[in-house]
């Protein structure tokens, strides 16, 4: 990927950062990459996350599918840094693919059911994902779907795949039923785990190209470097830190593409449960254009001045002609390309937050194939860690996640968990109709 960073310089907005500033900060992004590096070499946690694209085995992962490599659909059983990462790759190639993926993240017991009915069960596989093995939400969509596959008759241990950590309830699980496994990872929190099975086993099922993947990330990885000015990942990181300080508290996510649009969903968890921390982090937003232009852009252009735009730009798409038309005022649109309005679009709200003072970023890819989503997903990773870097942060622990995770299952009887108590302590004011 490449990032322009020319729009989030003060000359151009407010809150901007000067070229100066950025020049200062370097001396920080030197230290943060040598400390990043440290962390890679020492296999540390979170730093390992970086290591991916030369640890991953995609053969490792195509012998654990082999038996279900044939379904139409594939259920993924698992949520946060357990889908995102298959969800942005699985729905930005969907064209590509015969088989039809699906997330169950959510609990909510009518969508669930929806899916379940609506599947031919027999042809679907599982891939239940979770690296505590002990998610209540992914082990209990997991128990429904089981259920499911038993009530029509399919035997669901011939149909599923179970990626988790070493130990925890959902190995023993996968250990009882003798189910095709795979292990995630040392070292790799949730959401930084795409670039390994766990964003890979749904993609391999779909049919995607996991070298193709791994070696764009592994590009990506070779641009990390000591200063922002020769490294598209930090530039980012970097630029959004410094604007974060001069108040843009907020980072729209706004990708030119609908098969993108999983990916800002990926991007809002990687960038807020990772930097949302010590009262400091940036808020993200997300947005697809051109769609948002006719709604958000409103605010992006004339509310509060605390926002960072992220645009992503795809690259060249496979274009659609506009028909030609006799009516004067359409004129204009007949004979150029859906893709050429849709670029036309692009760069008019880019050059329209520009014009108005907003601050904007472009991350520029050339296509969305496996090669550059392995990129995408690699660059915004390193980001990542460089804002975590320098927001002095621990950007792989995730405290309020889990808090919740507690409180959740000691409301359910699950253990006796303090963080439940705060449920019976909630004031109320209730307005009732
Ligand atoms: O990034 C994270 O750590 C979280 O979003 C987790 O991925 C999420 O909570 C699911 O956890 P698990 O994989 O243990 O089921």
Redesign the pocket.
């Given at each position: 990927m490449n990032v322009d960073i020319g729009n989030a310089l003060a000359s151009v907005a407010s809150p901007g950062v000067s070229k100066d500033s950025l020049e200062r900060l370097d001396e920080h992004v030197a230290d943060a990459h040598e400390r990043i590096e440290g962390g890679m070499a020492n296999a540390e946690h979170g730093y390992e996350a970086l290591n991916l694209p030369r640890r991953t085995d995609p053969d490792e992962i195509r012998s654990a599918v082999e038996p279900v490599a044939d379904a139409d659909a594939l259920l993924t059983v698992?949520?946060?840094?357990?889908?995102?990462g298959a969800a942005t790759i699985t729905d930005a190639l969907a064209d590509e693919s015969d088989t039809e993926a699906i997330y169950l993240d959510n609990v909510d017991p009518e969508w669930i059911t929806g899916h379940l009915e609506r599947l031919d069960l027999e042809n679907t596989a599982i891939n239940v994902?979770?690296?505590?093995?002990?998610?209540a939400?992914?082990?209990a969509n997991f128990l429904v779907v089981r259920e499911a596959f038993e009530s029509a008759g399919v035997d669901w241990t011939e149909r599923t795949i179970v990626t988790?950590?070493e130990a925890?309830p959902?190995r023993e699980l996968s250990d009882r039923h003798d189910l095709p496994s795979l292990k995630?990872p040392d070292g790799v929190?949730?959401?930084?785990?795409a670039l390994s099975a766990?964003g890979l086993v749904a993609a391999e099922v779909c049919g995607h190209d996991l070298e193709a993947l791994l070696e764009g990330a592994a590009a990506e990885a070779e641009t990390l470097s000591g200063s922002l000015f020769d490294c598209p990942a930090y530039a980012y990181g970097a630029t959004t830190y410094a604007l974060d300080q001069r108040g843009a508290g907020v980072n729209a996510m706004v990708p030119y593409a609908e098969s993108l649009e999983t990916y800002a969903e990926w991007f809002a968890?990687?960038w807020a449960?990772?930097l949302g921390k010590d009262d400091l982090g940036q808020t993200p937003a997300r947005a697809l254009g051109v769609t948002d232009q006719h709604s958000q852009l409103q605010l992006y252009r004339a509310g509060p001045r605390d926002k960072l735009v992220t645009f992503v730009s795809p690259g060249d798409l496979e274009d659609r002609e506009i028909p030609e038309t006799d009516v004067e005022d359409l004129s204009y649109l007949g004979g150029t390309g859906l893709g050429e309005l849709l670029e036309a679009e692009f760069e008019a709200t880019e050059a329209s937050l520009a014009a108005a003072g907003r601050p904007n970023v472009r991350i520029e890819l050339e296509g969305v194939d496996e090669y550059e989503l392995g990129g995408l997903l690699y660059g915004m990773e390193a980001a990542t860690v460089l804002a975590g870097e320098l927001y002095g942060v621990n950007t792989?622990e995730?405290p309020a996640?889990?808090w919740a995770?507690k409180a959740t299952r000691g409301l359910l009887g699950g253990g006796d968990f303090e963080e439940a108590d705060a449920v019976a302590e909630k004031t109320a004011l209730r307005i009732e109709r």
């Open positions: 698992g949520i946060g840094g357990s889908a995102l994902v979770s690296r505590s093995g002990t998610t939400e992914t082990l988790t950590g925890g959902l995630v929190p949730g959401r930084f785990s766990v968890q990687l449960e990772s792989f995730q996640v889990e995770k």
